[in-house]
């Protein structure tokens, strides 16, 4: 079982980039998917979530009207596309699998809660 994140990189402010989270060894039919990030001395966040079906997201809004989510099952692929990124966007980004993240509690980060799958992170750095 394995979540791969992909796309991470640097890129300036203003700037445009899309991760990709892959899952293989299991579906993510069952299981929403979160994206969370956690920047050096910082807490972790909850950036953005989507439901199993994707008739339900959140966004946290530090990153609302910015950021995008999306879902392709057949590809067992979640994606973050990212759009006018700011200094602050500056992260490691996981890509998280679980049937809970399907509420703003989950999906914000603030449980401690132990989900289920985590990848092991890409770096976004935004910088000049």
């Known amino acids: 079982v394995q979540i791969e994140e992909a796309g991470g990189g640097l890129v300036q402010p203003g700037g445009s980039m899309r991760l990709s989270c892959k899952a293989s060894?299991?579906?993510?039919?069952?299981?929403?998917i979160g994206w969370f990030r956690q920047a050096p001395g910082k807490r972790r966040e909850g950036v953005s979530c989507i439901s199993r079906n994707g008739d339900w997201t959140y966004y946290s809004d530090s990153v609302k009207g910015r950021f995008l989510i999306s879902r392709d099952n057949a590809t067992n692929t979640v994606y973050l596309q990212m759009n006018n990124l700011k200094s602050e966007d500056t992260a490691v980004y996981y890509c998280v699998a679980d049937p809970l993240l399907k509420t703003v509690y989950y999906c914000s980060g603030r449980s401690d809660y132990e989900y289920d799958y985590w990848g092991q992170g890409t770096q976004v750095t935004v910088s000049p």
């Open positions: 060894g299991f579906t993510i039919d069952y299981y929403s």
